[in-house]
């Protein structure tokens, strides 16, 4: 690829949510923040809203990393999950061996035992669920009713929410009312601001051994402000394919030209104005200048 034509050690822009390329950029420190405080206030339930490619799943790890020795985790990524399925996934998170065919009401019990036992032991239990808004209203229920678990003084258990909006909405029903009465912490991810996005670029660079000033113009950053509207999934789609681009045409830089062609190949970006054919004909320009690119570098190598 380009890694070694920009002095690089790895990708710099991979969709993978790689804790050492977090960035801390304002909003994202903010939830943070509010995490740490929801959690020592040690009550109910917190909630992190972003939209898709806001980076939850990042902060969420991020998030569980930061915690210290005197608390105990449990983290579910694929939350669609039956009551039954929710209250499995949290044993086996909490190290509890439980026969295949429980019983459930036994399988209460023994999450139950654990829980206190861990707060006897001085920990806190803090249960995080990713993409919570595939959550179905039977299983928001069963964690609500998990939470009731407490001493005379505390939850024996905390739940992070991380969703997309839909779970704004699903919690407006009316079965879900005490649910919602019980979410103490509410955040939204905003998304990257032009400023922010200067220094995420550098960051994510720099971590990945970039160490020439800054690889992409400042007309490029304004074209991935502008067709991103500060996305991070879509931001690390178009670096991605710009140096793509860029690399094909034997550039040391990454310009706003590079960017647009990374654009025009990236359908999740492109104007609704653009037909059908447009698109089509736009979708192959990144791999025709790659392809032409190797081309020419495969020829450079052989003149003396």
Not at 34 to 40: A, E, K, Q, W
Not at 77 to 85: A, E
Request: hydrophobic letters at 40%; proline letters at 4%.
């Amino acid at each position: 690829m380009y890694l070694e034509h920009f002095n690089l050690k790895e990708l710099p822009f991979t969709l993978t949510p790689n804790t050492s390329f977090f960035c801390n950029l304002e909003g994202h420190i903010a939830v943070l923040e509010m995490l740490m405080v929801g959690i020592r206030n040690g009550e109910g339930f917190i909630k992190v809203i972003g939209e898709v490619g806001s980076g939850k799943t990042i902060l969420c790890r991020k998030f569980l990393n930061l915690l210290g020795e005197d608390y105990t985790t449990a983290y579910i990524p694929n939350p669609d999950l039956s009551p039954s399925g929710i209250r499995k996934a949290l044993a086996l998170e909490l190290g509890i061996d439980f026969p295949n065919r429980v019983d459930q009401h036994d399988l209460l019990d023994m999450i139950t035992q654990k829980l206190i036992k861990l707060n006897r032991e001085g920990q806190r239990v803090v249960l995080l669920i990713d993409e919570a808004q595939a959550l179905p209203n039977e299983s928001l229920e069963a964690l609500r009713l998990l939470t009731n678990l407490e001493t005379e003084t505390s939850k024996l258990l905390q739940v992070i929410l991380f969703a997309q909006q839909e779970l704004d909405s699903q919690l407006e029903q009316p079965g879900l009312r005490q649910l919602k009465q019980r979410i103490i912490f509410s955040h939204h991810l905003k998304p990257i601001s032009r400023q922010d996005l200067d220094a995420y670029l550098c960051h994510r660079l720099t971590m990945a051994g970039y160490t020439h000033g800054s690889l992409f113009t400042r007309k490029a950053c304004d074209a991935l402000f502008k067709s991103s509207h500060g996305t991070p999934r879509i931001i690390n789609i178009l670096c991605h394919k710009a140096m793509m681009v860029a690399y094909g045409r034997g550039q040391y830089k990454v310009d706003h030209i590079a960017v647009i062609q990374a654009i025009k190949d990236s359908k999740d970006v492109v104007a609704p104005s653009k037909t059908k054919r447009q698109s089509l004909l736009a979708g192959g320009i990144v791999l025709v200048t790659l392809a032409l690119g190797l081309k020419f570098h495969a020829l450079a190598g052989l003149l003396p």
